[in-house]
C-alpha cells in the first residue's frame, strides 16, 4: 500500500492523528450510505404527493437503491482491489452525489426512480472501498477492532438517525431536501480524499480481468434482490417469483461455474478457506434479516397505530441511535479484551431479547414500554455485533483481497435485509388480513418481530458453534489470524 505522509506516532488508542483523519472521513462517506437505505421512509407520503406517484410505485424509490446497492457491491468490492480503493472510492462518491442532485430535482416519478437506482450504485462502489481502506490501512488486532467499533457507532447508527433527519426535514423544508442535503458532505469529503487518504491497491499482476464472472454475479445478485423486494407485490408462490429466482439461481450457478476455470477470478475460492470468514457472513446476513427491517416496522407501528406523525416518530429512534454507537464502541473495546466471538454472540442474543420484546407491543402502547425500552436493547445488540461481524468478515485476508472481503460482508448484510424484509413483511401481511385496522396491524407486527428473534437466535448459535475460538482471540493480537493463501 502506497503511503502520503510520514505518519505520526499513534495516540494512546494507539492510532495515529493521520488514520484517525482517515477514518473519521470513511465513516462520515458510509453514514450517508446507510443513512440513505431509511431517510427517503418518513418523506415517501410527500414524495407520492408532490410527484402524483401511486402507493405500490412508491416502494420502488426504497428498492431502487437497494436493488443496484445489493447487486454491485461484490463488483464494487473486487473494482476497489484492482483499479485502486481509493479511485473507486471517489467515483463511487461522484455517482451519489450526482444522483442525489438529480433525486432532489425530480419532476417526475422516472426521473426520481433512476436517480435512486444510481444512488445505489454509487454507494456499491464507494462503500466497499472505504471499508478496504480501513482494513489496510488499520493493522489487525486491537487496532482494526478499535476502528472498526467506530466504524460500526456511525454506520449502524445511520438507520436510525434517517428515520429521524428524514422527519425533520420533510416537516420544516420539503421532502427534497432528503436528497439534496447529500451534495455538499459529499463534495466536502470528494476534496478531502486526496488529501488525506493514500491510494492503494493489489500489487497482484492481473493479465485479464473476469468480465464474465463480474456480468454473472452482479446480475444474480440484482435479480435475486428484485425477487425478494418483488414478491409481496407479485406472490411468494406466483410464476413471476419463482421464474425470478431459478434465473437468479441459474446466473449464481454459472458464476461459480466460470470463476473454477478463469485464470483471474472476480473472486478466488480461496476467500471462502476460513471458517471463522463465513461464519461471520452467515452471521451478518442474519443480523440484517433480524434487524434492519426492525425500523420498518416500528416506523409503522408509530404511525399507523400509535397515531404519531413524521417528526415524533423520528424523534422516537434518537435514544435508539445514541445506544447503537454506544453498544459499538464498548463492543470494539469489549473486543480487545476477550475476542470477537463472545461479544458477536452476545450481541445478537440482545437483539433477539429487543425483537422478542417488540412482540408484546400493544393497540394503546406507550412510548417508554412499547418503543424506548425494546429499542435500547436491540440497538445495543446491533452496536455490539455490527463491528463483530466486520471483525470476523475481514479476518486474516490479504491485503489484496480486502476490497472483495469488504464487498462480501456488505453484501451478505444487504442481501440479508432484503430476504428478511421480505419475509417479514409477507408473515405481516398475512397475519393482518384483508381487515386493517390498528389491531390487526399489530397482530401482524407481532408476529415479524417473533420470526425476526428466531434469525437473530440463528445468528447467535453460528456465532458460537461456527467461528472459531482461536481466531477471536487472536484478532486481538497485532498479528491476527493467519493470512489465507
Known amino acids: ?84 480503493r ?19 430535482l425530480a419532476q417526475d416519478e422516472a426521473m426520481l426512480i433512476v436517480s435512486r437506482a444510481v444512488q445505489g450504485l454509487g454507494a456499491a462502489l464507494l462503500s466497499p472501498a472505504a471499508l478496504s481502506i480501513v482494513t489496510a490501512t488499520f493493522k489487525e488486532g486491537k487496532e482494526r477492532n478499535t476502528a472498526l467499533g467506530v466504524w460500526g457507532a456511525v454506520a ?25 442535503v447529500n451534495v455538499p458532505i459529499v463534495v466536502l469529503v470528494v476534496f478531502l480524499v486526496p488529501r488525506v487518504i493514500a491510494e492503494s491497491k493489489s500489487e497482484k499482476e492481473i493479465k485479464s480481468y473476469d468480465v464474465p464472472g463480474a456480468v454473472s454475479i452482479t446480475a444474480g445478485l440484482s435479480l435475486f434482490v428484485y425477487a425478494l423486494v418483488n414478491a409481496n407485490e ?62 420498518f416496522f416500528v416506523s409503522l407501528y408509530m404511525q399507523q397505530v400509535l397515531g404519531w406523525d413524521a417528526l ?19 463492543g470494539s473495546q469489549l473486543a480487545n479484551k476477550v475476542g470477537f466471538k463472545p461479544v458477536l454472540a452476545a450481541g445478537m442474543v440482545f437483539t433477539a431479547i429487543g425483537l422478542l420484546w417488540w412482540t408484546q407491543i400493544s393497540v394503546d402502547g406507550s412510548f417508554l414500554s412499547d418503543v424506548l425500552g425494546p429499542s435500547m436493547v436491540a440497538a445495543l445488540g446491533l452496536g455490539l455485533s455490527f463491528p463483530g461481524a466486520t471483525v470476523g468478515g475481514t479476518a486474516g485476508v490479504r491485503m489484496d483481497e480486502a476490497g472483495l472481503a469488504s464487498g462480501l460482508i456488505n453484501s451478505a448484510q444487504q442481501v440479508g435485509g432484503a430476504l428478511g424484509l421480505a419475509i417479514l413483511s409477507a408473515i405481516a401481511t398475512s397475519v393482518t388480513g384483508d381487515t386493517i ?14 420470526v425476526g428473534a428466531g434469525f437473530a437466535i440463528l445468528g447467535a448459535i453460528v456465532a458460537l458453534t461456527v467461528i472459531k475460538s482461536s481466531d477471536s482471540r487472536a484478532a486481538i493480537s497485532a498479528e491476527g489470524p493467519p493470512a489465507i493463501v
Not at 437 to 450: E, R
Open 312 to 330: 415524533k416518530a423520528g424523534l422516537a429512534y434518537l435514544p435508539l441511535a445514541v445506544t447503537i454507537m454506544f453498544g459499538a464502541i464498548v
Open 437 to 450: 385496522t390498528p389491531a390487526s396491524l399489530t397482530d401482524g407486527f407481532q408476529a415479524a418481530f417473533a
Open 1 to 84: 500500500m502506497s503511503t502520503s505522509a510520514p505518519i505520526a506516532p499513534p495516540d494512546e488508542e494507539g492510532i495515529s492523528p493521520e488514520k484517525w483523519r482517515i477514518l473519521i472521513l470513511l465513516a462520515a462517506a458510509q453514514f450517508l450510505v446507510v443513512l440513505d437505505a431509511s431517510i427517503t421512509n418518513v418523506a415517501l407520503p410527500s414524495i407520492g404527493i408532490a410527484l402524483d406517484v401511486t402507493q405500490s410505485d412508491l416502494a420502488w424509490v426504497v428498492n431502487a437503491y437497494v436493488l443496484t446497492f445489493g447487486g454491485f457491491l461484490l463488483l464494487g468490492g473486487r473494482l476497489a482491489d484492482l483499479l485502486g
Open 234 to 295: 407479485a406472490g411468494w408462490g406466483s410464476t413471476e417469483t419463482l421464474v425470478l429466482v431459478a434465473a437468479a439461481i441459474a446466473l449464481i450457478v454459472a458464476f461459480v461455474v466460470i470463476e473454477s476455470r478463469v485464470a483471474d477470478p472476480l473472486v478466488p475460492f480461496d476467500i471462502f478457506s476460513s471458517r471463522t470468514r463465513n461464519g461471520s457472513y452467515i452471521v451478518g446476513l442474519l443480523l440484517a434479516a433480524s434487524l434492519f427491517s426492525m425500523f
Open 156 to 180: 449502524g447508527s445511520g438507520g436510525a438517525v434517517g428515520v429521524l433527519l428524514g422527519g425533520v426535514l420533510t416537516e420544516y423544508l420539503s421532502w427534497r431536501w432528503v436528497f439534496l
Open 86 to 104: 481509493r479511485r473507486i472510492f471517489i467515483v463511487g462518491l461522484a455517482l451519489f452525489a450526482v444522483a442525489s442532485l438529480t433525486a432532489g
